[in-house]
């Protein structure tokens, strides 16, 4: 079962292809702080690494989908290489508007358990947007 549990919004200062390459050429335009690896191709996995709250950590996935330029969504986890029953699905649609790029990002969870409680999903949105955030920085910045 995939429930859609979390979102954000955002519009970049930037063409809608600087944002694409942001989020698929740039290892560190992503996420803050994080490493990303991939090679955005459907299928292929998609690794995490960095520090959060003063803690290493390593979370794993695979790209599910790729609309070139205009979407992605991949799915993610922690801890392990082997996917579990439970994770989520991030998706990131571009949309071209005049001199900008509106970006919306939504996460599915997936699995026996995809509900969250409200103080789950208040804590996921703040963390979209701060991450939403962190893409228009670095889109903008060329």
Known sequence: MEKQVSGAEITINAPIQTVWHAITNSEIALMPSTTVKSDWEVGHPITFEGEFNGKHFKDYGEITEK???????????A????????????????????????????????????????KTKAEFDKNWQMMLGHLKKAAEAG
């Open 79 to 118: 801890k392990t290489p082997k996917r579990p029953d439970d994770y989520h699905i991030v998706r990131y649609e571009l949309d071209d508007e005049i001199d900008a790029t509106h970006v919306t990002l939504t996460q599915s969870n997936v699995g026996s358990h995809p509900d969250i409680d409200a």
């Open 67 to 77: 609309t070139e330029g205009k979407a992605v969504a991949f799915s993610h986890w």
